[in-house]
């Protein structure tokens, strides 16, 4: 079973639409979560960490279930310049004390006109 | 800040020959990460740095890739002899370690590809 793991997509939503991503995690111990933001041909960015209570951000909302070992992103009110690749990191422990960064393969949005 | 700066940005190379990619950190970072991006794969964690040691490089695919970082501002990632399977964007990330939430950031990457 692969660290973390997103349905790739893509989802064609249409502008003003609500949309949701779900990405699973393997390592229960796995201690922080973010969502990142990839445009093609683009290195990623932030978009926002995930906490224990959930998140949000403008249109933006981060939920981290820990018993099903998920994270979701919710977009509301979706616009163009939100067609991107969205991709969800995980930090699994490591036995050296520091964070290494696991990322799924990422879902792809398409926002229509 | 300049951020994370890489280069070359575009290599094309044939088989057999030895890549060097580089990376420079945001000033002040300690962590140093490199990954490679392929549409099959994603983006794959191949080694990565604290405070100059390498820390974990189980993702190095094979003996042909090596990653030093002999200070706190500059790493290497080389790959001799190179293979067309290594064809992928390569890209360079630096934080500040120490803290579960910091925010990684990256570079603009290097694509390469081997003939």
């Known amino acids: 079973r692969k660290e973390v793991e997103q349905d790739p997509g893509p989802f064609n939503v249409p502008e003003g639409a609500t949309v949701a991503f779900n990405c699973t995690y393997s390592n229960s111990a796995s201690q922080s979560f973010f969502w990142y933001r990839q445009d093609c041909r683009k290195e990623p960015k932030?978009?926002?960490?995930?906490?224990?209570?959930?998140?949000?951000?403008?249109?933006?909302?981060?939920?981290?279930?820990?018993?099903?070992?998920?994270?979701?992103?919710?977009?509301?009110?979706?616009?163009?310049?939100?067609?991107?690749?969205?991709?969800?990191?995980?930090?699994?422990p490591t036995t050296s004390g520091t964070y290494k960064y696991i990322f799924g393969t990422g879902t792809r949005l398409k926002v229509l006109a | 800040d300049a951020g994370v700066i890489q280069s070359p940005r575009h290599e094309v190379t044939e088989m057999g020959q030895e890549v060097t990619l580089r990376c420079k950190p945001i000033s002040g970072h300690n962590s140093l990460f490199w990954y490679r991006q392929t549409m099959m794969r994603g983006l794959?964690?191949?080694?990565?740095?604290?405070?100059?040691?390498?820390?974990?490089?189980?993702?190095?695919?094979?003996?042909?890739?090596?990653?030093?970082?002999?200070?706190?501002?500059?790493?290497?990632?080389?790959?001799?002899?190179s293979e067309p399977r290594d064809s992928a964007v390569y890209f360079c990330a630096s934080n500040r370690q120490g803290v579960a939430y910091n925010e990684q950031f990256f570079g603009p990457g290097t694509r390469l590809t081997v003939l």
């Open chain 1, 46 to 92: 932030l978009l926002m960490s995930v906490y224990s209570s959930g998140n949000e951000d403008g249109r933006f909302t981060a939920q981290l279930n820990r018993a099903s070992q998920y994270i979701s992103l919710l977009i509301r009110d979706s616009k163009l310049s939100d067609s991107a690749t969205y991709l969800c990191v995980v930090n699994p």
């Open chain 2, 44 to 81: 794959e964690l191949l080694i990565y740095f604290n405070n100059n040691v390498p820390i974990d490089d189980s993702g190095m695919p094979e003996d042909r890739f090596s990653a030093k970082m002999p200070n706190a501002s500059f790493s290497t990632l080389k790959i001799q002899p």
